[in-house]
């Protein structure tokens, strides 16, 4: 649960400031499916891309979340993302 909860502020925190830093072609590396066990080790936001299929939409979206670990390495992690920026009540 406390991994949860870390992986929605990360998400938060990187839709309040979007642009933290950019990543380069030779940086990038294969996505891993996140787990509910997984202890992520964030030192650095690089990015967080939602793969909406349009604009605006309501319900569940992947995403992945781009970032430097403590030892510099860049990882990247997919995972479901709750959009409700198209629903309507």
Known sequence: MKTMKSLLATTALA???PGIAEVTDSETCKPKPYEYS???D???LIKIEYRRPTPLYCGVV???MTYRDSSGKIRVVEYLYPDT???TD
């Open 15 to 17: 839709t309040a400031t």
């Open 42 to 44: 964030v030192a650095e």
């Open 85 to 87: 920026s198209g629903c």
């Open 62 to 64: 992947p995403a992945e």
């Open 38 to 40: 997984m202890n992520l």
